[in-house]
């Protein structure tokens, strides 16, 4: 973009920059396979996950980067390593886990499944008490497999819920919000192109930020293990 000023008589024509920010997900994990929370727990590329880095490498590989991003976890390196193989020209390599996965506290490491029945037990517990009774019929079983399923989709998809010991969605978003204050900054004084290898729930506020969404919008978010977002930064 142009901005036209004129100086002493004379017409001056200001060229503002256009800077990228190139964000993706970590490729596929064992725990990611597996479906286990699994938040700051370290869990490595799977067969496909190395083939889903090596396909993100190749779309990035015509792009400029100048500075590169990554948690200190390994599949965010990993990652983040395939795509570095093809930009020599990129200066710095910074680990910053403000954009580090959500922490699920007590239940990293536990799968989906686990966690069900966890949570069955519960809400059959608590019927059983209330009704007083020795077995729950049919829709009794059904009612608390129900309600395991809200328990579920509220741990993995509400803003606010923090898991035992970890994080909500919120407070990620606290931090990842500091890391972009702090990575437009430098962008705008060094004029410099950036990578984030990020995780699946800390490219959720990423995307709210750039692509002005809602939470409601935010927490349906399905970012995938083999492609990427591109962002715009314009700087004088």
């Known amino acids: 973009m142009l901005r036209n000023s004129i100086v002493g ?88 886990d403000r954009i580090i996965e959500r922490s699920y506290g007590t239940l990293q490491g536990m799968s989906h499944n686990s966690y069900l029945k966890l949570k069955e037990k519960e809400h059959c517990d ?3 008490h209330w009704h007083n009774v ?30 035992p010991e970890g994080e909500s969605i919120m407070m990620v978003e606290k931090r990842v919000k500091s890391f972009i204050k702090d990575l437009l900054q430098l962008m705008r004084k060094e004029k410099m192109n950036a990578v984030i290898s990020a995780h699946g729930n800390s490219m959720r506020p990423f995307r709210r930020y750039f692509e002005k969404l809602s939470v409601q919008e935010m927490m349906k978010l399905e970012n995938p293990w083999d492609d990427y977002f591109e962002y715009m930064v314009e700087v004088k």
């Not at 017409?11 to 725990?31: C, P, S």
């Not at 049919?138 to 923090?162: P, V």
């Open 9 to 96: 008589g004379f017409l001056l024509k200001e060229v503002r920059m256009k800077l990228k920010i190139y964000l993706f997900r970590h490729a596929q994990t064992y725990y990611n396979r597996a479906h286990r929370f699994t938040g700051w727990k370290d869990s490595k590329l799977t067969p496909l996950g190395r083939k889903q880095a090596k396909k993100i490498a190749l779309l990035l590989k015509g792009k400029k980067i100048d500075i590169a991003y990554q948690s200190h976890l390994s599949r965010s390196k990993e990652t983040l390593r395939e795509v570095l193989k093809f930009h020599p020209e990129c200066r710095k390599v910074l680990t910053d």
């Open 126 to 128: 608590v019927i059983w």
């Open 134 to 163: 020795d077995h729950l019929s049919r829709r009794e079983q059904q009612k608390a497999t129900n309600l395991c399923q809200q328990d579920l989709h509220t741990i993995r998809r509400s803003y606010t819920t923090i898991p």
